[in-house]
C-alpha cells in the first residue's frame, strides 16, 4: 500500500494548517472558557471548502477523495487548536453532508449542499434519544403518514450543532414492528418548522465551542421530499455515515496527535530538571516513543481505512477499528502531554489540559469504545 502524498494533496494541507493556525486558533482559550460557537469563523471555513471536502464541486463542495478528505482534515486537527469548532465541522460535514450528497434526491442535493458546503446553512445529525444512545435503533421518534407527507414526533437529544443549527437529520420510525430492519427512515427538516425546537442546551467537559442540545418534535409535519434515502432506508444511511464519521474524525484525532507530539516534545528538550533536558531521563523519553507509536499507528490506519472508504465490503470494521484505536490512543496521548509538561500541563495558558478535555469525548461519540468493541466481535465471530 503507497500513501505517498500528491503534491496537490501536500499543497492543501499546507495551506488548511496556514489558515487554522492564523484564523481558527487565536482567542480559543476565551472561546472555550465562555462555551461561544465562532460563527464567523464557521463561515471562514465555508469559505476554505472545509465543510464540503468530499462533495463534488458541482454541488459547491471541494470534490476530494476519501483519502484527500482525511489528509484536509487531518491538517485541520494539527492546525486548529479550537477542537471544538472542528468538531462542530465534522458533526456537520460526515453525519449530515455526507448522507445528502450520497442518499439525496437531485432536487435534494441541489437544494440543499451548495449552501451547506459553504457554511450558510449549519446541519444537526439527530439520532440519540434521551433513551437510546448506544442501542440507537430502540429509539421512540415516529413518523406518521399525514396526507402527503409525514408528521414528526419524538425528542432527540445530544445533538452537536443543535442550537444554531438551520437543518436537521432526523431518524425517525416508519414502522415500529420493523424497527432496525427497515423502518427507520432519515428526514431532513428545517429547525423553522412548526412544532420544532430546540430544548435542552448542555454543557460539556471539553469540545465547549461546538454547541448541544435536544431536538424536540411536537407534530412536525414535512412533504414526502423530506424523506432521504427512501422510506426504510434510515438504518444503511446511518450505518455509511457512521463509516465516513468514525475514520474521518480519527483523522482530525491524527493531526491533534501530532501536535501534542510536537509541543510536548519541544518541551521535553528545553525544560531542565537534575541538570539536564527532562527528555534525556528515560522515564519521560519513553512517554514521548509511545505518543509517537500511537500517532504513526493511528495515521496508517486511517490512511488505510479512509483509502478503503467508498468500496471496501467490511468497511465497517475498519471504522470500528480506527475509531476505537485512534480514539484511545488521543486520550492516552492526551494524557502523556500534560504529565510531560509538568504542572505546567495542566495549566490553561499552555493548552494542553484543553485537548485532553476535548479527547475524553472522543471515546464517546460516534458509538463508544464498548460499542467499536461489539462490532468487531461480531465480524471475529464472536
Ligand atoms: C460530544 C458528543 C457529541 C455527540 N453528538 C451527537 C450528535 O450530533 N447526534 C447524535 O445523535 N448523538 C450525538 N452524541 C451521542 C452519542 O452518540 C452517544 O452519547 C453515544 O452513542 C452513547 O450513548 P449514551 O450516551 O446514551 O450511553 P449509553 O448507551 O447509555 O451507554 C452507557 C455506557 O454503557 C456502555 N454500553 C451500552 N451498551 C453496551 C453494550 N451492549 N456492551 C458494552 N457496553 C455497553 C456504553 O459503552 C457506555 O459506556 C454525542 C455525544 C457526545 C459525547
Redesign the pocket.
Known amino acids: 500500500m503507497d500513501f505517498t502524498i500528491s503534491d496537490e494533496h501536500r499543497l492543501l494541507r499546507d495551506e488548511i494548517i496556514r489558515f487554522a493556525r492564523n484564523e481558527l486558533s487565536p482567542g480559543v482559550i476565551e472561546r472555550d472558557r465562555s462555551g461561544v460557537f465562532p460563527r464567523d469563523l464557521w463561515l471562514k471555513c465555508g469559505e476554505m471548502g472545509l465543510q464540503g471536502l468530499p462533495v463534488p464541486e458541482e454541488y459547491g463542495g471541494a470534490g476530494l477523495d476519501p483519502l484527500g478528505t482525511a489528509l484536509a482534515l487531518e491538517a485541520l486537527g494539527y492546525g486548529c487548536e479550537d477542537g471544538g469548532l472542528t468538531f462542530a465541522i465534522c458533526?456537520h460535514l460526515l453525519?449530515c453532508v455526507v448522507p445528502v450528497w450520497k442518499h439525496g434526491t437531485e432536487e435534494q442535493k441541489q437544494a440543499l449542499l451548495p449552501a451547506l458546503c459553504s457554511g450558510r446553512m449549519i446541519a444537526?445529525?439527530?439520532?440519540?434519544e434521551p433513551g437510546s444512545?448506544?442501542?440507537a435503533f430502540a429509539m421512540h421518534t415516529q413518523a406518521r403518514r399525514n396526507g402527503a407527507g409525514y408528521r414528526l414526533t419524538g425528542r432527540?437529544t445530544?445533538?452537536?450543532n443543535g442550537p444554531v443549527a438551520d437543518v436537521a437529520l432526523v431518524y425517525a420510525l416508519t414502522d415500529a414492528t420493523r424497527g432496525y430492519h427497515g423502518g427507520v427512515t432519515a428526514f431532513v427538516v428545517p429547525t423553522a418548522s412548526d412544532g420544532f425546537s430546540v430544548g435542552q442546551k448542555f454543557e460539556?467537559m471539553g469540545?465547549r465551542t461546538s454547541p448541544?442540545s435536544e431536538l424536540v418534535l411536537e407534530d412536525v409535519c414535512v412533504p414526502d421530499d423530506a424523506v432521504l434515502g427512501g422510506v426504510g432506508g434510515g438504518t444503511a444511511l446511518f450505518t455509511e455515515s457512521m463509516e465516513w464519521e468514525r475514520i474521518c474524525i480519527a483523522a482530525v484525532h491524527v493531526g491533534t496527535m501530532q501536535r501534542l507530539l510536537e509541543q510536548a516534545t519541544s518541551y521535553a528538550r528545553t525544560r531542565t530538571a537534575f541538570g539536564r533536558p527532562i527528555g534525556k531521563h528515560q522515564a519521560v523519553a519513553h512517554r514521548l516513543v509511545d505518543m509517537k507509536v500511537r500517532l504513526e499507528a493511528s495515521r496508517l490506519l486511517v490512511y488505510r481505512a479512509a483509502s478503503r472508504l467508498d468500496h471496501a465490503r467490511d468497511i465497517a470494521l475498519d471504522a470500528s477499528l480506527v475509531k476505537l484505536f485512534v480514539s484511545e490512543s488521543l486520550v492516552k496521548s492526551a494524557l502523556d502531554a500534560v504529565q510531560t509538561m509538568g504542572g505546567y500541563g495542566f495549566m490553561t495558558e499552555y493548552h494542553v489540559e484543553r485537548v485532553l478535555r476535548d479527547a475524553v469525548?472522543s471515546t464517546?461519540?460516534?458509538?463508544?469504545s464498548?460499542?467499536q468493541r461489539?462490532i468487531m466481535a461480531g465480524w471475529m465471530g464472536l
Open positions: 458533526a453525519a444537526v445529525n439527530g439520532m440519540t444512545g448506544s442501542d432527540k445530544f445533538g452537536s460539556k469540545l448541544i469525548g464517546l461519540y460516534s458509538g463508544t464498548e460499542i461489539n
